[in-house]
C-alpha cells in the first residue's frame, strides 16, 4: 500500500523554508547595522581624536613662540639652531607633511621621528633632512615643531645682502599733504616693519597614531 503527504505536510514544509529564509535576511541586516555603527564610532573617535591634535599643536606653537621671544636679544635668530628645530632661511622647499616622501624627487623633510628621514622603509635624507625640536607633551599627544624664519640668509635680518619677508605698515608720521585725497597726496608714506615673519610648523602624535599638523605665522 502507498501513502501520499497530504497537502497540509507540504505547506508546513514551505513555511519551514520561508521561516528560514526570514532569519537569514534578518541575520544579515542586523550584521550591517552593527558594522554601520561601528563605521560611525570608529569615524567619530578619529575625528575627536584629530581636534585633539590641534589643540595639542597650538600648545606647540606657544612653546615655540617662547623659544623666539627668548631668543630675540643677541644673534641667536641670526643662525640655524637644529637642536632647537630652527633654522634662519625661509627652507621655501620644506615638505613638512611628508606628501612629496613617495615621488620621484621628494621634497626636503622634517625628521619628526629620529629615524633620519627614513618614511615608508625609504631614504629620503639626500633630499634634506631637518631636525625638529626636543618634544613637547600635551596630555596624551606628543608635539614637535619647526621654526623657519622668512629670510634668503642666514644673516641680520637688516643687513643689505638679506631679504626678509616682512609685514608692511603705516608709519606713524603723517605726510605733509594731509587732508588731500587724490593720486598726488596721500594721508601717509608707505613703510615697513624691520622684524621678519617668522613659520611654525607643529606635527602632533596621538596615542592611536593620529597625526595633525598646523601651521603659524609669526611677527614681532
Not at 615655540?64 to 632647537?84: H, I, Q, R, Y
Not at 629615524?115 to 633632512?129: F, T
Request: glycine share 8%.
Amino acid at each position: 500500500m502507498m501513502h501520499r503527504r497530504s497537502p497540509a505536510g507540504r505547506q508546513d514544509g514551505l513555511s519551514l523554508l520561508f521561516a528560514l529564509m526570514a532569519l537569514v535576511a534578518l541575520t544579515v541586516g542586523a550584521v550591517a547595522l552593527i558594522r554601520s555603527v561601528d563605521s560611525g564610532v570608529l569615524a567619530l573617535g578619529n575625528l575627536t581624536f584629530k581636534q585633539s591634535g590641534v589643540a595639542s599643536g597650538a600648545r606647540g606653537a606657544e612653546s615655540a613662540v617662547a623659544w623666539l621671544s627668548g631668543n630675540l636679544a643677541g644673534k641667536t635668530l641670526e643662525k640655524d639652531v637644529p637642536a632647537a628645530g630652527y633654522y634662519a632661511t625661509s627652507k621655501d622647499s620644506l615638505d613638512a607633511t611628508r606628501r612629496t616622501a613617495d615621488a620621484a624627487v621628494p621634497f626636503a623633510q622634517v625628521d619628526w621621528d629620529d629615524n633620519n628621514c627614513v618614511v615608508n622603509g625609504k631614504d629620503i635624507s639626500a633630499s634634506g633632512c631637518f631636525d625638529a625640536s626636543p618634544p613637547v607633551t600635551v596630555g596624551s599627544d606628543t608635539v614637535r615643531y619647526v621654526i623657519t624664519r622668512l629670510c634668503s640668509k642666514e644673516l641680520p635680518y637688516n643687513d643689505t645682502n638679506n631679504s626678509c619677508a616682512v609685514p608692511v605698515v603705516p608709519p606713524t608720521t603723517e605726510a605733509n599733504a594731509h587732508g588731500f585725497v587724490d593720486n598726488n597726496h596721500t594721508g601717509f608714506e608707505p613703510g615697513s616693519s624691520t622684524s621678519p615673519y617668522y613659520r611654525v610648523i607643529t606635527r602632533t602624535l596621538g596615542p592611536k597614531g593620529t597625526v595633525a599638523y598646523t601651521e603659524t605665522l609669526i611677527h614681532y
